[in-house]
């Protein structure tokens, strides 16, 4: 599995090929700090997937389409495939996965996916590029989303309940609940703190029983959009880190537990669907349709504090 690597007089990037996956981002002016989870596999094998072409669940890991049943598993199949590289320059790295006789068993559409790494200073933007090269009349329907882990604590003697959300503004947070990793139809207010010597109202702390109930997954469309940032922090130390997601339409925060030693922050174009019987891909909330021969493109961005 080759690995590539950014770098600058500030900060160290490495990517895997496999998947395109964001796996170590390091500041080199603060010995070598790693801010990536490093994707121990007792607690989660991964560091930072990226979720193509779905989001979320599946009803039975099922879907169809004009009125055929294909199978996909959780958060689709471009996390588990091997990109190519196709740019490369010190702070810039791009590759590319394109549809093949195996993806189309699962999903019937000709698709080209870019992921973009560009490092500047101590901010990572990671964008994606995803084309429909298909002719007319036939669309490219799909979600895309990140899901990048976070250490948890960042530094020896902090503990998981040290550390907090910042959100860009004070807001009334609704919570999609899920059932079985599906939305059950269901919302839970998610309530808001002041930060520490902040009064603010911004702040989510992290506590042991946040996550018991699975992720939690927020509709920014609900809140105009006004979801643009979040940044996780300590109440011990100026160590944090910022992710800055303007123009996407959900949010996920989760981890496995408060022992697991990670928090993932994930801005998505997509959703998991509602508990019930698979229904077409086209009716699956947060699906893009995108035209043949055109162009969708977004992006986020990482930075380390």
């Known amino acids: 599995m080759p690995t590539y690597t950014l770098q600058n007089d500030q900060c160290r990037v490495r990517i895997n090929s496999h998947g395109a996956e964001l796996a170590s981002f390091q500041r080199r002016d603060l010995a070598d700090l790693e ?10 094998g991964r560091h ?4 193509f072409p779905i989001v979320g669940r599946l009803p039975e890991d099922t879907y169809l389409y004009n009125g055929q049943s294909y199978k996909l598993s959780q958060h689709g199949f471009a996390r588990d495939q091997e990109f190519m590289l196709i740019h490369e320059e010190e702070t810039q790295l791009v590759f590319q996965l394109m549809a093949s006789p195996a993806s189309k068993a699962v999903f019937p559409f000709e698709f080209e996916l870019r992921v973009i790494y560009e490092l500047h200073g101590t ?3 990671v964008g994606w590029k995803v084309r429909n090269p ?7 329907l799909f979600s895309i989303g990140a899901h990048p882990a976070f ?3 960042l530094l020896p003697g902090e503990q998981f309940e040290d550390y907090y959300f910042e959100f860009n503004k004070p807001l009334e947070l609704k919570r999609y609940l899920l059932q079985g990793g599906l939305r059950s ?5 998610v309530p808001l703190t002041d930060r520490p010597s902040v009064d603010d109202g911004t702040a989510l702390p992290l506590t042991g029983d946040l996550f018991s109930n699975d992720a939690l997954v927020f509709s920014n469309q609900e809140y105009g ?3 643009e940032w979040l940044v996780l922090r300590s109440s011990k130390s100026p160590r944090a880190v910022k992710v800055t997601f303007t123009r996407f339409s959900y949010l996920g925060l989760w981890t496995k537990s408060a022992q697991a030693g990670f928090v993932c922050i994930e801005p998505w174009q997509g959703v998991a669907s509602t508990v019930g019987a698979p229904g077409e891909l086209a009716d699956k909330e947060g699906i893009i349709v995108l035209p043949p021969s055109m162009e969708f493109h977004v992006a986020y961005t990482i930075e380390v504090m």
């Open 35 to 44: 801010y990536i989870w490093q994707a121990d596999p007792a607690q989660w």
């Open 48 to 51: 930072a997937p990226l979720l």
């Open 123 to 125: 901010t990572l933007t």
């Open 134 to 140: 298909a002719a007319a009349p036939h669309e490219l």
């Open 151 to 153: 250490r948890c604590p």
């Open 185 to 189: 139809g269901e919302t839970a207010p």
């Open 225 to 227: 959009d006004n979801i």
